[in-house]
């Protein structure tokens, strides 16, 4: 009988790898060998009993030991989870992992929101229960088997030898309060000069060539621009069926209103046509206020008082009337373009973004973003991007998409977008 007592678990689980890596070697060998009489078939058989002997000892000394989980679940959270770290994990060689992964993985531990809830509950705990679980991975690999199977099977932490945290040291993002900043941000000067109008034609031009289907602002932008810029290249047909009114008699509202807009901006517009612009501005703006006081139940002595009682607030709110335009936020898909426009982007903003909460309200607030103004729609970005596989399958066959809890540094969040592209809700669930 071996005697065990004095190795630590983790060099006997490390023993118990050599083993088992020896017994198919023994293993191998003994099938080569044809003759049952033949002296090496006896010694390579007897070596092979001696291993299989060495295998059940060690495995019965690992299963009497308290500590035969060198990372438990609790530690795997508390050392990466709880502050999305990225990390490197080795497995103990002939485990389960092993065979299925190879020798290691790395990327980010994958939670569902009621794992997050538990585990940050047991680890504020001084003595907390170590347990053995199942691990899920987000790797990002190109692989797409191996990612779905680590982010849906993933593998148990038992099998875990040895956990990296790559980079320095995190603080926990899950449930904590206060501003956040979006991670690995890089700050990008653009150009004084930079042509809008010509960028706008090269990235529509390209989608429309790739046969997506645009939203109709964004192709109301694009014929609006061949119109006034590029008149040469505008069809007469795509002329009649995207800016004019059905009868002919001239352009849209949208359109109209359009034209102005980029004549006052690259200041080529005339007097008559600035005067025209800032009353559609003023009309538009009147429309979007009415939404609003709808919308949130309040007349406009409630906008009166905001305006005596919270001035930053009122004008915060004034300027989203007269500034919002519909924009395209992600470019997923042929039948997968997610925009937004002025009736969703305020929904989303009263209820979940302090600085647009009116006191008189009577509807309920749902959960705040945690970050600046300006920020917000580029997390809703990232998160669309994130979720580009799963939203195009939805589209692409006719349906709406709607997930409850996406996770995203630190936070969950409900998404749901219309057959169309219409991104119709998008906030924080925790």
Request: net charge neutral; aromatic share 12%.
């Amino acid at each position: 009988m071996e005697n065990f007592k004095s190795i630590s678990t983790k060099s006997l689980r490390l023993y118990y790898s050599v083993l088992r890596n020896k017994e198919d070697r023994c293993t191998a060998f003994l099938s080569q060998l044809t003759d049952k009489d033949d002296p090496a078939f006896k010694d390579a058989e007897n070596q092979l009993d001696q291993v299989k002997q060495s295998l059940h000892s060690v495995s019965e000394e690992i299963e009497k030991r308290s500590d035969k989980l060198i990372y438990s679940i609790e530690d795997i959270y508390k050392l990466v989870g709880q502050s999305d770290s990225y990390c490197s994990i080795d497995f103990f060689l002939k485990s389960p992992a092993y065979e299925k992964y190879g020798e290691s993985v790395h990327g980010l531990i994958w939670y569902k929101k009621k794992d997050r809830e538990v585990l940050d509950a047991a680890i504020a705990k001084n003595d907390y229960e170590r347990t053995n679980g199942i691990i899920y991975l987000d790797s990002g690999t190109d692989d797409k088997k191996l990612q779905h199977d680590l982010q849906h099977i993933g593998f148990e932490a038992i099998d875990i030898k040895e956990l990296y945290r790559v980079g320095p040291a995190k603080s926990k993002t899950y449930k904590e309060g206060g501003i956040k900043e979006i991670p690995n941000t890089i700050q990008i000067k653009i150009d004084s000069n930079f042509d809008v109008i010509a960028a706008q034609q090269y990235v529509l031009g390209g989608y429309l060539k790739m046969g997506y289907s645009l939203p109709t602002h964004d192709l109301n932008i694009y014929y609006r621009n061949l119109l006034l810029f590029y008149p040469d290249l505008l069809k007469e047909e795509d002329n009649d069926k995207y800016l004019l009114k059905p009868d002919k008699s001239g352009f849209t509202e949208e359109i109209e209103y359009l034209i102005y807009d980029i004549k006052v901006h690259e200041k080529i517009a005339t007097a008559d046509e600035i005067k025209q612009w800032s009353e559609m501005l003023k009309t538009r703006s009147d429309k979007r206020m009415n939404f609003i006081k709808k919308h949130l139940g309040i007349s406009e002595r409630a906008i009166t008082d905001l305006l005596l009682n919270d001035k930053k607030r009122y004008i915060t709110l004034m300027q989203s009337t007269w500034m919002f335009e519909t924009e395209t936020l992600a470019y997923l898909g042929p039948k997968a373009c997610i925009y937004w426009d002025f009736e969703r982007f305020i929904h989303i903003f009263l209820r979940h973004y302090p600085d647009f909460f009116v006191p008189a309200s009577t509807k309920g607030q749902g959960k705040h973003f945690q970050y600046y103004f300006q920020d917000i729609q580029r997390v809703a970005k990232i998160i669309l991007n994130q979720l580009k596989d799963k939203i195009n399958g939805k589209l692409e066959s006719g349906n709406q998409f709607t997930i409850n809890g996406h996770y995203y540094n630190g936070n969950h969040y409900q998404v749901r977008i219309d057959p169309d592209g219409k991104l119709m809700q998008f906030h924080p669930l925790d």
